[in-house]
């Protein structure tokens, strides 16, 4: 299948490389020249005019960030690489296929996704072209392994035809696909982020409770995480959780929580540990 990557940062590098290595012809965009560069020095097809990564393509893939700004969810990018793709579709033929890989909240492909390339496109989704929304579960140190033996693909679908092109896609990669709607594909993703933070949060509770009590909490958590239930990933006290995805995925769904009047008490008491976490570990290494 021909496929282009809209957004080349780890997620898109990630995700086109692997499509690659399955046999795919992929062609890479970004707007910034850095990824594009070095993707080129490894004999990757690239460009920077997104006409030519739609026009050479039959499914895109959207890999654009989406951070958290004031503790909301920051959909620039992703609207102004939709708005693009959606000019670019005119030059089409065929059924295209747009898939979200960006992590967005609920309802966002649906409400603002699929207007603008509607708008952009002088198109109808489900007829002239389709959306689909699948979330990564990758984790930046081990990317490219995740994406090739991932413990689950989640094809969240506008319609049955754009579900199954999106499914032929992933049928080299041996994991169960589970297909289901836009919205819960979005959910899905946080569901998965925000549970990992807190569990974060929760070991470094019981990593304070344990000190003070003169336990080892490394050994505790090491035991405790020795039930198939429970796992060992995030259980080392004194460690917050960082990074690109986990801080700013929980704040953004605790405001869009908040915008829905749920009170999400026990997910802003996780935020609140990990900045407690991180204030202690700056004192024990203000060099850091």
Same mark, same amino acid.
Not at 71 to 94: F, M, N, V, Y
């Given at each position: 299948?021909? #496929?282009?990557? #809209?957004?080349?940062?780890?997620?898109?590098?990630? $995700?086109?490389?692997?499509?690659?290595?399955?046999?795919?012809? +992929? $062609?890479?965009?970004? $707007?910034?020249?850095?990824?594009?560069?070095?993707?080129?020095?490894?004999?990757?097809?690239?460009? =920077? &005019?997104?006409?030519?990564? $739609?026009?050479?393509?039959? #499914?895109?893939?959207?890999?654009?960030?989406?951070? /958290?700004? &004031?503790?909301? *969810?920051?959909?620039?990018?992703?609207?102004?690489?939709?708005?693009?793709?959606?000019?670019?579709l005119r030059g089409t033929?065929?059924?295209?296929?747009?898939?979200?890989? @960006?992590t967005v909240l609920p309802?966002?492909?649906?409400?603002? +996704?699929?207007?603008?390339?509607? *708008?952009?496109?002088?198109?109808?989704?489900?007829?002239?072209?389709?959306?689909?929304?699948?979330?990564?579960?990758?984790? *930046?140190?081990?990317?490219?392994?995740? %994406?090739?033996?991932?413990? !689950?693909?989640?094809?969240?679908?506008?319609?049955?035809?754009?579900?199954?092109?999106?499914?032929?896609?992933?049928?080299?990669? =041996?994991?169960?696909? %589970?297909?289901?709607?836009?919205?819960?594909?979005?959910?899905?993703?946080?569901?998965? &982020? /925000?549970?990992?933070?807190?569990?974060?949060?929760?070991? =470094?509770?019981?990593?304070?409770?344990?000190?003070?009590?003169?336990?080892?909490?490394?050994?505790?958590?090491?035991?405790?995480?020795?039930?198939?239930?429970?796992? @060992?990933?995030?259980?080392?006290?004194?460690?917050?959780?960082?990074? !690109?995805?986990l801080p700013k995925d929980?704040?953004?769904? /605790?405001?869009?929580?908040?915008?829905? &009047?749920?009170?999400?008490?026990?997910?802003?008491?996780?935020?609140?540990? =990990?900045?407690?976490?991180?204030?202690? !570990?700056?004192?024990?290494?203000?060099? !850091?």
């Amino acid at each position: 299948m021909k #496929i282009s990557i #809209i957004g080349s940062g780890v997620v898109g590098k990630t $995700i086109g490389i692997g499509f690659h290595m399955l046999g795919n012809t +992929v $062609i890479f965009h970004d $707007i910034k020249k850095k990824p594009l560069l070095e993707l080129k020095k490894k004999g990757y097809a690239v460009t =920077n &005019n997104i006409e030519e990564a $739609i026009t050479k393509s039959n #499914i895109s893939f959207v890999c654009v960030p989406t951070p /958290t700004v &004031n503790h909301k *969810q920051d959909l620039s990018h992703i609207q102004d690489a939709t708005s693009e793709i959606g000019k670019a579709l005119r030059g089409t033929d065929g059924f295209h296929v747009v898939v979200v890989k @960006s992590t967005v909240l609920p309802f966002t492909t649906r409400t603002k +996704v699929i207007p603008l390339l509607e *708008q952009h496109s002088q198109r109808k989704v489900g007829k002239d072209f389709g959306i689909c929304m699948s979330p990564e579960f990758l984790r *930046q140190a081990t990317a490219l392994g995740d %994406f090739l033996k991932p413990s !689950r693909i989640v094809i969240g679908e506008y319609d049955k035809r754009s579900g199954d092109m999106l499914e032929e896609l992933h049928t080299k990669i =041996n994991a169960p696909v %589970f297909r289901t709607d836009l919205e819960t594909a979005e959910m899905i993703k946080y569901v998965a &982020n /925000t549970f990992l933070t807190t569990k974060i949060s929760f070991f =470094n509770e019981l990593y304070e409770i344990s000190k003070n009590l003169n336990l080892d909490s490394e050994f505790i958590a090491k035991i405790v995480s020795l039930d198939p239930r429970i796992g @060992s990933y995030g259980i080392h006290g004194g460690y917050p959780f960082t990074g !690109r995805c986990l801080p700013k995925d929980l704040k953004a769904f /605790t405001a869009f929580a908040k915008s829905r &009047n749920v009170n999400p008490k026990l997910l802003e008491a996780v935020l609140q540990v =990990n900045k407690e976490i991180s204030h202690l !570990r700056r004192e024990k290494c203000p060099s !850091r």
